[in-house]
């Protein structure tokens, strides 16, 4: 029964639009290497993302036996669960420890280094929001953080 739900999850990334995800960062996924920008974020870092804001375009299940360069990880490998926001070119993954029975979290994609801006050629000129210097993506967030 589990192998049918992870199968049918797998499925549904790829009709949900895999296809958004930043093509570098989903062939590391599908050679369960560790996707690029990979690191780890605190709970609180988690509790202000996108994760609580956004339904994310693109989400799976992997199991992750290498580094970002195909070496072995030490040890063994980590199971995650993972979610794409392709308006964001970020990605977040919750990862399983089994033996310590708890979970962490961790982001991968762009390092957003946001800016505020009040005008955007897509948006107008009356915008208040955040857009990032490296990948341009403009977040809007809750004005109360
Ligand atoms: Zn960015």
Known sequence: MLARVLDYVELDAEMMGAGTVVPEILAALEDQRLPLGWREITEKQLAQSEFFHMEPSVQGHAQLWKDQ??????????????????????GIAL??????????AYEFGCDHQMEHITSHPRYGSQISADQCRVCGCVS???ESR
């Open 69 to 90: 360069d195909g070496n072995p990880l030490d040890g063994q490998a980590i199971t995650i669960s993972w979610y794409w926001w392709s308006c964001g070119e970020t």
């Open 140 to 142: 809007v967030r809750p």
């Open 95 to 104: 990862v399983s420890d089994f033996h310590a029975g708890r979970v962490l």
